[in-house]
Nanobody
Framework: QVQLVESGGGLVQAGGSLRLSCAAS????????MGWFRQAPGKEREFIAA????????AYVASVKGRFTISEDNAKNTVYLQMSSLKPEDTAVYYC??????????????????WGQGTQVTVSS
């Protein structure tokens, strides 16, 4: 089992920045990759960014490229999502996820078997 705890959400004005953190515990040696997803009211959960813990490769949805950066600190078993130039449409509950399934694309929610509880990000206009 892998446990995930997110932190860092909050209220920010448009154009501002936030950094989300996701601390993993438990059988972290088994993790293949971690990702961030978000879900706005009335919408489906959306892939945002992912990082392969084995080789550090990353992936982003087009709408956040150049604004969001995913990174990892393996020593702390923590993944970060640095969000800049935030827009009101970025408002959502952000979820951290982890998978120990090998050789997945890391961009599909169904590929992840561990999820955090979510953290609210609200961007005011």
């Amino acid at each position: 089992q892998v446990q995930l705890v997110e932190s860092g959400g909050g209220l920010v004005q448009a154009g501002g920045s936030l950094r989300l953190s996701c601390a993993a515990s438990g059988r972290t040696f088994s993790v293949y990759g971690m990702g961030w997803f978000r879900q706005a009211p009335g919408k489906e959960r959306e892939f945002i960014a992912a990082i392969n813990w084995r080789d550090g490769t990353t992936a982003y949805v087009a709408s956040v490229k150049g604004r969001f950066t995913i990174s990892e600190d393996n020593a702390k078993n923590t993944v970060y999502l640095q969000m800049s130039s935030l827009k009101p449409e970025d408002t959502a509950v952000y979820y951290c996820a982890a998978t120990n399934f090998l050789h997945t694309t890391l961009v599909q929610a169904g590929e992840y078997n561990y999820w955090g509880q979510g953290t609210q990000v609200t961007v005011s206009s």
